[in-house]
């Protein structure tokens, strides 16, 4: 069983659209993340949520809102996309308060903007 | 400024050679120090972690070193085999509460092994 899957793999959209990516966890981890993987490779955190609770936002438009509706789940939805949007979008768990907290990502969504 | 760099950028070489990636960290205050192995169109997966007391690290052909006063961590892979061939993340979390506080990646190594 995958420990952290994200749906769909590849998306790709037209300018102005509105789409949703999935994240679900089954390592009964209380945070979950969002990260942006852009063409440099580098991973930039977007948001983090610890019990369903929004703990990092970092300088994310507002086009981009996550909702966690349980500490399993953490999707994204994203208003009138952008050609900027389009990168490697990967979603990933951790138990905080472990002496090794690392984190589990999920295998990315690669958005595609046109 | 926190910050993460990783040298080289990329490199090839030949099934079987040894190889050394290192990585420089501004990071303060200090946690924690992983390294990631990202394999193509797959996400990060942890490969070592290690502590401002521990200077050596091994994960079976991988071995991790720390100088926490240089502030430089390299990653040596022994006997390299095609299953290598990925970028090599390192990641540096500052802060004392939790290791999500401030975590930053580095722009990676592009490692390609060759038969």
């Known amino acids: 069983d995958t420990a952290v899957s994200q749906t769909p793999k590849y998306l790709v959209t037209q300018m102005g659209n509105d789409k949703s990516i999935k994240c679900e966890q089954n390592?009964?981890?209380?945070?979950m993340y969002w990260y942006k993987q852009d063409s440099k490779k580098f991973l930039k955190i977007m948001f983090s949520?610890?019990?369903?609770?929004?703990?990092i936002n970092e300088t994310v438009p507002n086009r981009f809102s996550p909702k966690s509706p349980d500490k399993a789940h953490l999707n994204l939805h994203i208003n009138s996309l952008e050609l900027g949007d389009s990168a490697v979008y990967f979603c990933?768990?951790?138990?905080?308060?472990?002496?090794?907290?690392?984190?589990?990502f999920g295998s990315g969504t690669q958005l595609s903007v046109l | 400024k926190n910050q993460v760099e990783q040298s080289p950028q990329s490199l090839i070489i030949l099934e079987g050679k040894n190889c050394t990636l290192q990585?420089?960290?501004?990071?303060?205050?200090?946690?924690?120090l992983r390294w990631y192995k990202q394999d193509t169109g797959r996400g990060p997966v942890s490969l070592t972690i290690?502590?401002?007391?521990?200077n050596t690290k091994s994960n079976g052909r991988y071995t991790a070193t720390l100088d926490a006063d240089t502030k430089q961590s390299s990653l040596h892979i022994t006997a390299s085999q095609l299953s290598d061939s990925a970028s090599y993340i390192c990641?540096?979390?500052?802060?004392?509460?939790?290791?999500?506080?401030?975590?930053?990646f580095g722009p990676g190594t592009s490692l390609s092994v060759i038969p």
């Open positions: 990585c420089n960290y501004t990071v303060s205050p200090f946690s924690n």
């Open positions: 390592l009964g981890h209380d945070t």
């Open positions: 990641v540096v979390s500052a802060g004392k509460r939790t290791s999500y506080d401030k975590v930053i």
């Open positions: 990933a768990s951790s138990q905080m308060g472990t002496r090794d907290e690392k984190l589990f």
């Open positions: 949520y610890n019990n369903k609770e929004l703990i």
């Open positions: 290690m502590t401002f007391s521990e």
